[in-house]
């Protein structure tokens, strides 16, 4: 099972970017998907999470900017991110909750980085 993540770039105050995870190999059911954050010499902070059946939660500073969400039919997580500010600079990672087999495993995406200028 891999999560490979895509969409970040470099993009002006105010634009806007949408990053995308989809999840591949012998997946069963992919439970909670979230997305991280991690700015340079900063700890490493969750962003937005869905669950499968769609419930969602953010944190506070992204708010009514970010929209998560899933199409569990391509095992896909998309991180909408609009309005963008500098302090949303940083490596996003995506992370899921996956069982393959009779396993129930937490994996991790490669990181994309996100560069905001102001």
């Known amino acids: 099972v891999q999560l490979q993540a895509f969409g970040g770039g470099l993009v002006q105050a105010g634009g806007f970017l949408r990053l995308s995870c989809a999840a591949s190999?012998?997946?069963?059911?992919?439970?909670?998907m979230t997305w991280y954050r991690q700015a340079p010499g900063k700890q490493r902070e969750l962003v937005a999470t869905?669950?499968?059946?769609?419930?969602?939660h953010y944190v506070d500073s992204v708010k009514g900017r970010f929209l998560i969400s899933r199409d569990n039919a391509k095992n896909t997580v998309y991180l909408q991110m609009n309005s963008l500010k500098p302090e949303d600079t940083a490596v996003y990672y995506c992370?899921?909750?996956?069982?393959?087999?009779?396993?129930?495993?937490?994996?991790w995406g490669q990181g994309t980085q996100v560069t905001v200028s102001s």
């Open positions: 992370n899921a909750d996956i069982i393959s087999g009779i396993y129930r495993r937490n994996y």
């Open positions: 190999g012998s997946i069963i059911r992919i439970e909670g």
């Open positions: 869905i669950s499968n059946g769609g419930y969602t």
